[in-house]
């Protein structure tokens, strides 16, 4: 394995060291400072809680009746309310760390009593998710339902990995398929159902296995910040064994999720395809396939209620040329993506990694969209490209969110 050197090896596995602790938590860590941002900045472990939309698909999935879904409810939101008051305890400990380290700029003196918080809210989290997981299990009545909670706890796993994604350094190492079916809405399609159950099963020891490893990693590493680091060559060795292991992993889920991927595509009746190809590839690689400063606006310019047929015509057009010409450079992305993820560590954090054909193919991209935004807009009248939203415009109405809290 080729082995990191000098300044930039060490802040390469320390910033990898850093996301794997704070992701198992997931709190908000700064790769390319070495550096925790806690608080404001970043985020809480909220986001690793059992969610109610979660228990209600458990619930789904042991057959629960209503009386039992109530209860199962009731459980959780007990759950949630204790982890909530030590997610509290966690991130208010954070701050004070935090403010401590920014007015004596000395971080390294934060990691003692970080490692030993941060270790603690593991056990917590480990044990109230386990004590959740027996409740629920208590309410399951007769064998089928008791035999049904080996899906709940794949389920739970498939969950668990989405959040070790950046941990794998792999696009489409963690998707789930099976929510993946949900967003597209193939329910009812008996062979689809067949083809995600074996999925499940084959995803799953894979899963398993990165869970437990990031686990083992970060309690290890937990420990190490206790007792005060030694970035000796044995410990760089270690961690970088981590990260391959990792790695490795990744691959592998990428390699099972991208066949049942393509097998439930073939699956699907033809109007179902193309949603669900899309949907695949916007959660393996994010960063090409989320819609593009000209899909939003052939999107927007289309729900002009003014449009005169001809318009119409013409945006549809105009959306028809852009995909044929986004898509070979989408495939060229996506794959350059993925040949610069298999290559040595600094590649997989960006250190010392040669990005100039990311960022030729992104800029390409962005040459491609800025023409056909002018496209769009050259069918419409001055009036309507008033009413439409900016072309760098995400279309999240942070407005709503302002109001949720009383301003706006």
Known sequence: MHRTSGTTGYRSVFA??????????????????GQMGFGMGGSDAMSMAIGRDSTGRYCDLLGFDAAQRETAMLVHQDYLDRFKAANDVLMDAMRKLQEDAGRTRDWEAMMKPMGQIALGFMNTMERLEKSFFDDLRALAIGPEQEAAFARVERARRREQAIAMESMSMVSGATLDLHDIARTVEVSGNASVAEALLAYEAEIDPINRRMIDRAMEFSRSQMRQMQEGFNWDEASMTRMQEAMKEMRDLGTQGKAVNARFARQVMQILPADAQGKWDREVKQRTWPTVYRPSKAERQIESALKLEDLTAAQREGLNAVAESYRRESTPINERWAKTIDDQQSKDEQSWWGWG??????DAIAKEREALDDRFVERVRALLTPDQIARMPKAGDSGFDADAVLRQFGGG
Do not use: K
């Open 353 to 358: 990694a040669d990005t100039s054909g990311t």
């Open 16 to 33: 990898w060291f850093v996301t794997c602790v704070l992701v198992t938590l997931c709190v908000t860590a700064s790769p390319s400072h």
